[in-house]
């Protein structure tokens, strides 16, 4: 079972979170250790459920109970879960949980030490508080996503990357452990923590290098326009990047490509090439085209330059270098992607990320673990106040 062993071996979460920023959260302390104990709606579960896949990504190693909020002895139910957690993780909007009865001022009275994560779009003061979004928007509040050409903006996705979403989710998992870490360094100092963790907070975070260069421009857009550096399509169709900011990279590239016009003391560095933009670009894609995509990555990293293919969702998983990495692996018939970096190998685990629960799987086990008798779950079960199922 997930948590028997591991650096947070011994810790339990109670995940109260659904969809992705917390659910991938609690996932990635799972593979850390901890007992992730997600707690799901009895008639639908997370609603994550409805696309499958997705759900199993971001849910393994982990039991589910499933519980009826709105119901005084479900309510009761969780609240008996956090008497007996470390951490409670919560991703609705702010004010919902305060309602129910499950909010941080109400749960440090059960729990005085308990670390209490949630997770929202805007966080749980200010102005933009209560409106509802998704990563793009976040994105967009935190200067993150470059205006498009009018003709296909609304055609326009810039990344398939959930920047917003797993950024908050890794703050949220640094913000557990760092707490988690003042707990055991002063227990008897310590008294029930709020992590606030908004999802256009970290988008802003993250984007503070682009920002910073930006606000030096008199046109902060000017800081997106780098010579030799962008997305660039080729003869095949296909897409490459290239990113030749430094000088000794622009002129390898400049040479691979046979374009030693931009070879000179008037594009020696950056500063001065960035004046010859206009000039630079248009050379380089033309001359990109000329080229299918994997000839002419082959032929710039033989040459050193900064470059890489456009791929698409599925060629990442048979790169021979990720699979190198052990970011890549089978599990039967199917490929995952590794939850942490190669780096942290030594401290999460894969194998306590069993397969994801069915809804109110663990049901019957997690109240025998509160010390309810098998006639008191029956009642529970029969009320709507929990439900119990297999997988």
């Given at each position: 079972?997930?948590?028997?062993?591991g650096?947070?071996a011994?810790?339990?979460?109670?995940?109260?979170?659904?969809?992705?920023?917390?659910?991938?959260?609690t996932r990635l302390?799972?593979a850390l250790?901890?007992?992730?104990i997600?707690?799901?709606r009895?008639?639908?579960?997370?609603?994550?459920?409805?696309?499958?896949?997705m759900f199993?990504?971001?849910?393994?190693?982990k039991?589910?109970?499933?519980?009826?909020?709105?119901?005084?002895?479900?309510?009761?139910?969780?609240?008996?879960?956090?008497g007996?957690?470390?951490?409670?993780?919560?991703?609705?909007?702010?004010?919902?949980?305060?309602?129910?009865?499950?909010g941080?001022?109400?749960?440090?009275?059960?729990?005085?030490?308990?670390?209490?994560?949630?997770?929202?779009?805007?966080?749980?003061?200010?102005?933009?508080?209560?409106?509802p979004?998704?990563?793009?928007?976040?994105?967009?509040?935190?200067?993150?996503?470059?205006?498009?050409k009018?003709?296909?903006?609304?055609?326009?996705?810039?990344?398939s990357?959930?920047?917003?979403d797993?950024?908050?989710?890794?703050?949220?998992?640094l913000?557990?452990?760092?707490?988690?870490?003042?707990?055991?360094?002063?227990?008897?100092?310590?008294?029930?923590?709020?992590?606030?963790?908004?999802m256009?907070d970290?988008?802003?975070?993250?984007?503070?290098?682009?920002?910073?260069?930006?606000?030096?421009?008199?046109?902060?857009?000017?800081?997106?326009?780098?010579?030799?550096?962008?997305?660039?399509?080729t003869?095949?169709?296909?897409?490459?990047?290239?990113?030749?900011i430094?000088?000794?990279?622009?002129v390898?590239?400049?040479t691979?490509l046979?374009?030693e016009?931009?070879?000179?003391a008037?594009?020696?560095t950056?500063?001065?090439?960035?004046?010859?933009?206009d000039?630079?670009?248009?050379?380089?894609?033309?001359?990109?085209?000329?080229?299918d995509?994997?000839?002419?990555?082959?032929?710039?990293?033989?040459?050193?330059?900064?470059?890489?293919?456009?791929?698409?969702?599925?060629?990442?998983?048979?790169?021979?270098?990720?699979?190198?990495?052990?970011?890549?692996?089978?599990?039967?018939?199917?490929?995952?992607?590794?939850e942490?970096?190669?780096?942290?190998?030594?401290?999460?685990?894969?194998?306590?990320?069993?397969?994801?629960?069915?809804?109110?799987?663990?049901?019957?086990?997690?109240?025998?673990?509160?010390g309810?008798?098998?006639?008191?779950v029956?009642?529970?079960?029969?009320?709507?106040a929990v439900?119990?199922?297999?997988?």
């Amino acid at each position: 079972m997930a948590g028997d062993n591991g650096i947070l071996a011994g810790i339990t979460v109670v995940d109260c979170s659904e969809l992705l920023p917390g659910p991938n959260a609690t996932r990635l302390l799972s593979a850390l250790g901890a007992r992730v104990i997600k707690v799901e709606r009895p008639d639908h579960g997370d609603r994550m459920r409805n696309r499958p896949f997705m759900f199993e990504a971001e849910n393994r190693g982990k039991q589910s109970i499933a519980v009826d909020l709105k119901n005084p002895a479900g309510l009761d139910i969780v609240k008996k879960l956090v008497g007996i957690a470390d951490v409670f993780v919560e991703g609705y909007r702010p004010g919902v949980l305060d309602r129910l009865g499950l909010g941080f001022e109400a749960l440090r009275q059960i729990n005085p030490e308990i670390v209490y994560l949630s997770v929202s779009g805007y966080g749980q003061s200010g102005p933009y508080r209560d409106l509802p979004g998704h990563d793009f928007q976040y994105l967009a509040f935190a200067g993150a996503i470059p205006a498009p050409k009018p003709e296909f903006a609304a055609d326009y996705v810039p990344t398939s990357l959930p920047v917003a979403d797993m950024g908050s989710a890794l703050y949220g998992v640094l913000g557990v452990v760092l707490a988690l870490f003042q707990k055991k360094d002063d227990p008897r100092g310590f008294t029930a923590r709020h992590l606030d963790v908004a999802m256009a907070d970290c988008a802003l975070a993250l984007m503070e290098p682009r920002i910073a260069e930006g606000m030096v421009e008199q046109n902060p857009a000017d800081a997106l326009r780098r010579p030799a550096y962008g997305v660039f399509e080729t003869k095949d169709g296909g897409f490459v990047t290239i990113g030749a900011i430094e000088d000794q990279f622009f002129v390898s590239l400049v040479t691979a490509l046979g374009l030693e016009q931009f070879v000179g003391a008037e594009y020696a560095t950056f500063p001065l090439r960035k004046r010859h933009y206009d000039e630079i670009q248009p050379a380089l894609r033309e001359k990109v085209k000329q080229y299918d995509r994997d000839e002419l990555v082959r032929l710039l990293i033989d040459k050193d330059v900064p470059v890489a293919p456009v791929n698409d969702l599925a060629e990442p998983t048979r790169d021979a270098h990720f699979v190198a990495r052990g970011m890549v692996y089978d599990v039967g018939e199917s490929v995952r992607v590794s939850e942490w970096p190669a780096a942290l190998d030594g401290f999460a685990s894969r194998d306590r990320l069993t397969p994801s629960p069915a809804l109110g799987q663990d049901t019957y086990r997690i109240l025998s673990d509160l010390g309810l008798d098998d006639s008191a779950v029956a009642e529970l079960i029969r009320s709507g106040a929990v439900r119990s199922g297999e997988r």
